[in-house]
Structures are given as C-alpha cells and as structure tokens.
C-alpha cells in the first residue's frame, strides 16, 4: 500500500497494489497525486524525469535527495530540512501495521481484506495524537518555527 500524508500525519491518498508493481509507476502515480498540489517529498527512487514533469504539469513540486550520478539541484534550507523529516512516513506505516493490525494474513474473502484496510485507515483517523511535524512556516521570515 502506498500513502501519501501531509504535516499533521493525516492519510491524504493511498493506493493498494500487487506486490510486484513498482512505485515509480507513472501511471500509478498520476491517479495518486491528481488532486494534490504544492509540494511532495519522496526518496531517491521517486526521480524519474516523466514523473517529475508530469507532477509540475499538475502544480506539484517534487523534492527529493538526488542520486549520486546526478547533479546537485540547489534545494533551500527549508526544504532540506523537510525532507530529512520523511522518515514520519515509516511511522505511520508502523502505526498502521501494528497499532491498527493492517497486516493480516488470513483473509477468506476479499471483500473482508478491503473491510480490514478501510477499517483500519478510519481507526488511524481517530487517533488523538498521530505523527506530525509541529512545524510552521513564518511567512515574513525565512526561518521556519517550532509549535509547541
């Protein structure tokens, strides 16, 4: 399953596939992002040259550590910093896998697969604190700021 989620740790799109479906799939990626806009943060893997294209076609600046074969982009600090932070991606995942039990080998029906995926993505929903950032950007200074 591939999510996206935006700076308070809410689920914003997610996209069930097969295991042997890779995430760097235009396609895929085109009807994950569709409604989106502003900024999106991914790995090394997510830079593909169709896909970044198609994303700033859509309003969505891609911002991403570049592979060691490529040029430096200049990236500002704001942005480095946010995408040293991708690592609440992998905890909301765990929250999923663990707190939630979305991994659940003993599906009979695939009707009670699809239960278990949205009922555990509504569970997420309602959690009182989930992962988030606690950063807020002064817009009249450069410097980004902690919330308390």
């Known amino acids: ?3 996206i989620i935006n700076k308070k740790g809410e689920i914003l799109s997610f996209y069930l596939t097969k295991g042997n479906v890779g995430y760097r799939n235009v396609k895929l990626m085109k009807s994950m992002t569709e409604n ?3 900024k999106l943060y991914g790995d090394k893997g997510y830079i593909a040259k169709a896909f970044s294209d198609l994303l700033f076609g859509n309003g969505v600046q891609l911002i991403a550590t570049p592979k060691k074969n490529m040029k430096n982009q200049s990236i500002s ?3 480095r910093i946010l995408l040293r932070k991708r690592a ?3 905890f909301v995942n765990d929250e999923l896998k663990n707190r939630c ?3 659940h080998t003993c ?3 695939g009707n009670n697969f699809l239960v278990n995926i ?3 993505q509504t569970a997420y929903c309602f959690f009182p604190k989930k992962p988030s950032l606690n950063i807020e950007f002064d817009l ?3 410097q980004l700021s902690l919330c308390a």
């Open 1 to 3: 399953m591939l999510l």
């Open 107 to 109: 599906h009979r029906s």
């Open 88 to 90: 609440i991606i992998e």
């Open 36 to 38: 989106l806009f502003g």
């Open 118 to 120: 949205l009922g555990v």
């Open 140 to 142: 009249s200074s450069p």
């Open 101 to 103: 039990k979305l991994e």
């Open 77 to 79: 600090p704001n942005d």
